[in-house]
């Protein structure tokens, strides 16, 4: 894959709005996505579709923390490419 393919894919996976406050209240809370289900007010289904094509994006990885899974953004210049776009 060439990087303008994988930042192609990035970008991609950052297409939706939801993404974007998934993605800034990751890095206000931490993993707690319990917490971010409930700000949004969102089905946990549909916060969980979310966070899996930002995971297969490479954009969030993932580990288990007895029965919760915690979620932590993996490139760390996504909070600069969003500050970038809400300036447009």
């Known amino acids: 894959m060439t990087g303008y393919e994988k930042s192609s894919q990035i970008l991609k996976?950052?297409?939706h709005p939801v993404?974007?406050?998934i993605i800034d209240r990751l890095e206000k809370n931490g993993c707690n996505?319990?917490?971010i289900q409930?700000?949004?007010g969102l089905p946990q289904s549909t916060i969980s579709q979310h966070l899996k094509v930002m995971k297969n994006a490479g954009i969030l990885s993932s580990h288990r923390k007895g029965t919760t899974v915690c979620y932590r953004i993996e490139i760390k210049e996504i909070r600069k490419i969003l500050s970038?776009?809400?300036?447009?």
């Open 13 to 15: 996976a950052l297409a």
């Open 19 to 21: 993404r974007m406050e």
């Open 33 to 35: 996505v319990s917490k």
């Open 38 to 40: 409930e700000n949004l």
């Open 84 to 88: 970038m776009l809400s300036g447009i």
